[in-house]
Nanobody, 126 residues
Framework: QVQLVESGGGLVQAGDSLGLSCVVS????????MGWFRQVPGKEREFVAG????????RYGEFVKGRFTISRDNAKSTLYLQMNSLKPEDTAVYYC???????????????????WGQGTQVTISS
């Protein structure tokens, strides 16, 4: 059974930093592209960042503008998202996701991912 468990969300002020983690079990983590998405009520899930299975290639949503960094530790089966210079509009539930197939590329679409965590709430106060 594949499980993705996010942690690290919370309430911070605008301009602060926050780090999210996602521990993955039930699949060969090192073989899968991974992604972070976010969602606010009434809107579609939005691509935040993705990382190739080797970790050598990353991709970000346009709104990130250098503020976030995605990384992974394949030895620990853990995905990370470091978020700096947070803004109130970054408030959302953040989800980690694993790609559909091993050795696949990074998808910016939610449909490109087969496995999802339960999400962690990130709230930025102004």
């Amino acid at each position: 059974q594949v499980q993705l468990v996010e942690s690290g969300g919370g309430l911070v002020q605008a301009g602060d930093s926050l780090g999210l983690s996602c521990v993955v079990s039930g699949l060969t983590f090192s073989s899968y592209a991974m992604g972070w998405f976010r969602q606010v009520p009434g809107k579609e899930r939005e691509f935040v960042a993705g990382i190739f299975w080797t970790g050598g290639i990353t991709r970000y949503g346009e709104f990130v503008k250098g503020r976030f960094t995605i990384s992974r530790d394949n030895a620990k089966s853990t995905l990370y998202l470091q978020m700096n210079s947070l803004k109130p509009e970054d408030t959302a539930v953040y989800y980690c996701a694993a790609g559909r197939n091993p050795y696949g590329g990074i998808s910016v679409l939610a449909t490109g991912y087969a496995y999802w965590g339960q999400g962690t709430q990130v709230t930025i106060s102004s």
